[in-house]
């Protein structure tokens, strides 16, 4: 990533404030040009050209960013703008076939992650699912990479069962961490109200699972049901 014009990037705070957008954007583009933009800056001129309408040209910045970026963080939100920008240009379908020949051809884990936000945002949940099986099969995905993908899946979806399937697949696998998904099943029981036939129900569930964590046997439980 580049550094940043510090004098030159605030001239183009100021343009933005004054509410010339296009200006802004000249200045952070001559930047761009030279190498001098940071990650946070390239998010902003990604961001300006989607605002101006310049939604083909923002949808390449984001795919940029996305490719030359490590960090989990950046690269889910990059993923959710990409999705979002391509959902605009009506190219979403376009975008899935590219991102399942990527993966076919070799892929890795970020093609992988991409086609699952993309199918996501499809509302198909059954392929983003089948796209993680794929890809474990094929590369030999270690089962604890594989729950982490479906975890993602089922808590986008709002899937509670399937969400505190995984979750306590993944505290059996790793009994060391067991509280840590303990914590996370919780979370999931007061996210999901409506997966619980009554208000009462819901909070069985949470008291059993703090009974857990507060026992500090929650792998071992898991194992035992």
């Known amino acids: ?132 099986a794929r890809f474990a099969a094929s590369t030999g995905m270690n089962t604890g990479d594989r729950l982490r993908q479906l975890v993602t899946i089922y808590a986008r979806t709002g899937d509670y069962a399937a969400l505190d399937d995984a979750l306590a697949q993944r505290a059996r696998l790793e009994p060391d961490h067991a509280d840590i998904y303990l914590r996370q099943r919780i979370l999931a029981v007061l996210n999901q109200p409506g997966a619980f036939d009554s208000a009462e129900d819901q909070q069985a569930a949470i008291d059993a699972l703090i009974a857990q964590l507060e026992s500090g046997s929650g792998a071992d439980a898991e194992a035992a049901s």
């Open 1 to 132: 990533m580049g550094r940043n014009d510090p004098v030159r990037a605030d001239l183009a705070d100021a343009w933005d404030r004054l509410g010339d957008r296009k200006a802004a954007l000249a200045v952070l583009n001559d930047l761009a040009a030279r190498g001098l933009l940071d990650y946070d800056r390239q998010v902003q001129v990604a961001q300006f050209l989607e605002d101006d309408g310049q939604v083909e040209v923002a949808l390449a910045a984001w795919q940029k960013l996305w490719r030359k970026t490590e960090l989990p963080a950046r690269r889910s939100f990059l993923e959710t703008r990409i999705v979002r920008a391509a959902q605009k240009l009506g190219t979403l379908d376009r975008l899935a076939a590219s991102a399942e020949k990527e993966l076919a051809s070799g892929g890795g884990r970020s093609a992988l992650e991409l086609l699952v936000a993309i199918r996501m945002a499809q509302g198909e949940r059954k392929q983003a699912r089948d796209a993680v």
